[in-house]
Every structure is written in C-alpha cells, then in structure tokens.
C-alpha cells in the first residue's frame, strides 16, 4: 500500500537536518524510489548496478470483491500514482511529464532516469 511510503515522506520532509538516503541495492522501486529521492541533493546514493524503477499502481483482485470496491481501488492507485509521481518530480528538479510521460501510462514497469542525484 502507498500509504505507508508516504508517512515515511512526510516524517522525513519533517526533518530540518540532511537527510541520507542509501536505500538502493538492487532495486528501489515505487516508494522506496521516492524515499531515495526524498534525500537531501548530493546524499542521494545508489550501488553502482542497482536500478531505480516507477512501476504501474496494482489493484488487488478478489472474485469476492464487490464492482463498486474494484472501482474505488483503481481510482485510489491512479491518485495514488500522481502524488508519487508529482513528489518524484518536486525532489529530482524534474517536470512531472519528465518524471512520467504520458506514453508510459500504458507500461506494466519501467526505468526512468530523471537526472544526477
């Protein structure tokens, strides 16, 4: 669920003091990418083969689950997917089309560079 990587965004943008992200070793993808954004510019650290990826928001599936709650959880991740995206853009300096171009809506998952950290 996001929303828990965005509690930890905002407890750290809380933060007055830099913030040292070193949270990619393999791979940060969806909110751990955001959190290593999140850091302060120049403490921002990957390992050198480790990928930063923005994946398309899931929506969990149940044969159980009701029309109405399958629409209620595909509009949540597609708000969901703007906020990540929209902070992604405010920490790398980026524009949000830069960030995630209209023509990768349609990806199941993909690597983005936005620019150095």
């Known amino acids: 669920m996001e929303t828990e990587g965005f509690a930890i965004h905002d407890s750290m943008m809380q933060l007055k003091n830099e913030k040292h992200t070193k949270v990619a070793v393999g791979a940060a993808g969806g909110q751990a990418c955001l959190l290593l954004a999140a850091?302060?510019?120049?403490k921002r650290h990957m390992m050198p083969h480790a990928k930063a990826m923005i994946q398309?928001?899931?929506?969990?599936s149940s044969g159980l689950?009701?029309?109405s709650d399958v629409l209620?959880?595909?509009k949540e991740a597609v708000i969901n997917k703007d906020v990540l995206t929209e902070l992604l853009?405010?920490?790398s300096l980026s524009l949000f089309a830069d960030?995630?171009?209209?023509?990768?809506?349609?990806?199941?998952?993909?690597?983005?560079?936005?620019?150095?950290?």
């Open 72 to 74: 209620i959880c595909a």
């Open 65 to 67: 689950m009701p029309a």
């Open 39 to 42: 850091g302060t510019k120049g």
């Open 89 to 91: 853009a405010k920490h």
């Open 99 to 117: 960030v995630m171009p209209p023509e990768d809506w349609d990806k199941s998952a993909g690597i983005k560079v936005v620019g150095p950290f």
């Open 56 to 60: 398309q928001p899931r929506v969990p």
